[in-house]
C-alpha cells in the first residue's frame, strides 16, 4: 500500500468526481432513454466519441473551446435525432431486443467511419488556455480543466433538472416514463416525446465527449470500454431512474479512483464486483423500482 | 434448391452430416472450412440461449474463453498429455463459469440481462488481460501442443488441417444431436414457451428461474466446447477471445443466420466467414461492411437467410 497522504487521497477524490461526471452524463442519457423507451443505446458510446472529435475539428476551425463545447454536444444530438428517426423508429412494437442490436450494427458502423475520417492514431485535443494549469485548492494543486469539467458537470445536471421538474415537456417526459400508455390516451404524442429525449440523450453523450477529450485524447474506441461501465453505472443505480444515474455514476467515479490509488491492478475489475454485490443485495439498483420495466 | 431445404429441414443431425462431410471440398480452403464448424457450434450455443429461450447474451466471449484457456492452460501450461482430459478441463471451466454467472445475470429480466452478461464478460476479459502468468495476458497463450488422440488402437495426429476438420465434425455431429434432444425433450418445449410468454409459463407451473439456469448452462457448455475446438485449431489463445467483440461476432453470425432456427447458425457462420475472407482481401473496413449488413438484416430480415428460406421463427 503507497503511503498515504491526506492531500493525495483529497486529489484522487477530486479526480473520482471528474470521472463520475463523465460517467453521470453518459448514465442519465442511457438512462433516460431507456426509461421512457425501453431502448437500450448501444451507440452511446459511439456518440460520446463522436463528441470528442467534433471537439477536435471545431477548435482546430474556430479556434475556440467555447464554440466547441456549444456546438459539439448540438452536432452529436442533431445526429441522435436522425439515429431514432430513421433507424430506430422503425423498430417500435417489435422486441426490445432489436434497438439493441441496431444500435450495436450501428456502433461498429460509427467507430469504422471515425477510423477511416480521422484516422487510427488518438488526436489530443487542447484545453484552453485559459483552464490550462493548476489551482492551488489549499490542501493540493488540481487541474483547473477538471476543475471546470466538474462545474460544466453540476450545471448541466442543474438545468436538466430545472427542465425535466418544472417545465412542462418535462412533466410529460417524467409521466412517459411511468406510464406511456397512459400519456398516449392523454392525447400526447409520445412519438415527439421520445423524439425529442434521444436527441437530448444524444447530446449528453457528445458532451461527455468532447468533456473527456482534453483529458483522455480522441480515439475511434475511446466509447467502447465506457459505454460498458456506463450500463454498469445504469444497473447499480436502478434502469430508468435519474436520481440513481447521479448517485451511481458519482460513487462509481470514486470507488474507480480509490482503487487505482490503492491498488492500480484492480481498478478496471472492480467497477464489475461492486456491480456483482449490489445485484446480490438489491437486484433493482440503489435506486430501482422491483419489477420496473423488465 | 427448396427441396434440399425441405430435405434438410426434416432430417436435421443427417443433413447437418452430408453437407459438413462434404464442405470443405467446395470451399476454397480447409481451414475456413474449420473455422466454419466450430464458430456455427459457437452460434449454436448462443441460439440455444437466444433463438430458443429468448434470453439475449452480450457476454457470449466468457463462456467461449473459458473453454479456449481451460483447453489451452491445461495443455500449455499443466502439460496435459491427453486431449480428451483438455477438453474437459476446457468444459469444466465453462460449465462452472456458466452456472456462476447465469445465476447473478438471472437475477434480472430483458434488457438488464444484455448488459448485466456484456459487464460480466468484460470482467473476465480484464482478469484474463491481468493474469499474465497463466494465460500470456496480451501476448495470447501460447506453446499448445495438440495430443495425438488414439481411434481404433492407432495413434491419430491432428495435425493435418483434413485430419482435424474431420476431428472436428465428428465432434459438431455429437453436439448438433445433443442439441437436437435437448430441443425435442419437454425441457426443450419449456424453453420455447419461456420465450413465447414468461409469465404464462410461470403459471403453468414451470419453475422459471431453474430452467433458464439450466438453459444458461447448456448455453455455456457449447460456447465452451467452441472456444476449447479453437485453441486447438490456432494452437494459440488470443486475449481477444475474451473481448466483447467475440461477443458481437456471435450475435451477428446467428442473426444472419436466422435466430430459432435449427441450422440458422451454421449458415450465418459460414456467410459472416466467407464475407469477411472476401472483403477483407480488398479493403480494412471490414467492420464497416458488416456493420452496415447487419444493421440491414435487423431493419429488414430479422428472420435471418435460413429463417426466411425456411419460412420462418418455428421453420426449423
Keep these: 500500500m503507497p503511503d498515504v497522504s491526506l492531500a493525495a487521497l483529497a486529489a484522487q477524490i477530486f479526480t473520482g468526481l471528474v470521472l463520475g461526471g463523465i460517467f453521470v452524463l453518459l448514465a442519465i442519457g442511457l438512462s433516460l432513454i431507456f426509461g421512457l423507451m425501453t431502448v437500450v443505446n448501444f451507440s452511446h458510446g459511439a456518440l460520446y466519441m463522436l463528441g470528442a472529435y467534433a471537439g477536435y475539428v471545431l477548435i482546430t476551425y474556430t479556434g475556440s473551446f467555447v464554440v466547441a463545447l456549444v456546438v459539439a454536444p448540438l452536432l452529436v444530438g442533431a445526429l441522435g435525432l436522425f439515429i431514432e428517426r430513421v433507424l430506430i423508429r422503425p423498430l417500435y412494437g417489435r422486441s426490445p431486443d432489436d434497438p439493441l442490436l441496431l444500435t450495436f450494427g450501428l456502433s461498429l458502423v460509427i467507430v469504422e467511419v471515425a477510423r477511416i475520417v480521422w484516422g487510427k492514431i488518438g488526436l489530443t485535443l487542447d484545453p484552453p488556455r485559459a483552464l490550462g494549469g493548476a489551482v492551488n485548492l489549499g490542501f493540493t494543486y488540481f487541474p483547473t480543466y477538471r476543475l471546470f469539467v466538474i462545474a460544466v458537470t453540476a450545471v448541466v445536471l442543474l438545468g436538466l433538472w430545472i427542465f425535466l421538474e418544472k417545465t412542462n415537456v418535462g412533466l410529460v417526459i417524467r409521466a412517459g416514463s411511468r406510464d406511456p400508455l397512459m400519456v398516449r390516451a392523454l392525447g400526447f404524442d409520445v412519438g415527439r416525446i421520445w423524439f425529442i429525449v434521444f436527441g437530448i440523450g444524444a447530446g449528453l453523450a457528445g458532451l461527455a465527449g468532447i468533456l473527456a477529450g482534453p483529458m483522455r485524447g480522441a480515439y475511434a474506441e475511446m466509447g467502447v470500454t465506457i459505454i460498458i461501465e456506463s450500463f454498469v453505472v445504469v444497473v447499480v443505480g436502478g434502469m430508468g431512474s435519474l436520481v440513481g444515474a447521479v448517485v451511481s455514476g458519482l460513487l462509481i467515479g470514486q470507488v474507480v479512483s480509490l482503487t487505482t490509488f490503492f491498488a492500480p491492478k484492480l481498478a478496471e475489475i472492480v467497477v464489475f464486483i461492486t456491480m456483482a454485490v449490489v445485484l446480490l443485495l438489491r437486484p433493482s439498483g440503489l435506486f430501482g423500482e422491483a419489477g420496473l420495466l423488465e | ?316
Excluded at chain 2, 459438413?20 to 456455427?40: D, E, M, N, R
Excluded at chain 2, 409469465?199 to 447448456?218: E, M, N, T, W
Excluded at chain 2, 472476401?278 to 452496415?292: F, H, K, Y
Design chain 2, 1 to 316: 434448391m427448396r427441396r434440399l431445404v425441405a430435405w434438410v429441414g426434416r432430417h436435421p443431425v443427417l443433413g447437418f452430416v452430408v453437407v459438413f462431410a462434404l464442405f470443405p471440398w467446395v470451399v476454397p480452403y480447409k481451414s475456413l472450412a474449420t473455422q466454419v464448424l466450430i464458430y456455427g457450434l459457437f452460434a449454436l450455443g448462443f441460439n440455444l440461449l437466444y433463438g430458443f429461450t429468448g434470453l439475449l447474451s452480450f457476454g457470449s466471449a466468457a463462456y467461449w474463453g473459458l473453454g479456449a484457456y481451460g483447453t489451452g492452460i491445461a495443455l500449455a501450461k499443466l502439460k496435459v498429455t491427453s486431449l480428451w482430459v483438455a477438453l474437459a478441463a476446457g468444459l469444466g471451466a465453462a460449465l462452472l463459469g456458466g452456472a456462476i454467472i447465469g445465476f447473478f445475470c438471472l437475477r434480472r429480466r430483458g434488457i438488464y440481462f444484455a448488459m448485466l452478461t456484456l459487464a460480466f464478460a468484460q470482467l473476465l476479459y480484464f482478469v484474463g488481460f491481468h493474469l499474465a502468468d497463466w494465460t500470456g495476458g496480451d501476448d495470447g497463450l501460447r506453446g499448445i501442443a495438440v495430443p495425438a488422440i488414439g481411434v481404433a488402437g492407432h495413434r491419430l495426429s491432428l495435425d493435418r488441417s483434413v485430419v482435424f476438420y474431420y476431428f472436428t465434425l465428428v465432434v459438431v455431429v455429437l453436439a448438433v444431436a445433443g442439441l437436437k434432444r435437448i430441443l425435442d425433450s419437454p425441457f426443450g418445449a419449456v424453453l420455447q414457451a419461456i420465450r413465447e410468454n414468461t409469465d404464462r409459463a410461470q403459471a403453468c407451473g414451470y419453475d422459471i428461474a431453474r430452467i433458464k439456469h439450466l438453459s444458461f448452462v447448456f448455453y455455456a457448455f457449447f460456447c465452451g466446447l467452441a472456444g476449447a475446438l479453437d485453441a486447438l485449431r490456432l494452437t494459440v489463445v488470443p486475449i481477444e477471445s475474451l473481448h466483447w467483440s467475440t461477443s458481437g461476432q456471435v450475435v451477428i453470425m446467428t442473426l444472419l443466420g436466422g435466430a430459432g432456427t435449427f441450422f440458422g447458425p451454421f449458415v450465418g457462420a459460414g456467410a459472416y466467414l466467407v464475407l469477411e475472407d472476401l472483403i477483407s482481401a480488398r479493403t480494412e473496413s471490414w467492420p464497416l461492411a458488416i456493420g452496415l449488413i447487419f444493421m440491414a438484416f435487423v431493419l429488414f430480415l430479422p428472420k435471418g437467410i435460413w429463417g426466411t428460406l425456411t419460412g420462418g421463427f418455428h421453420g426449423r
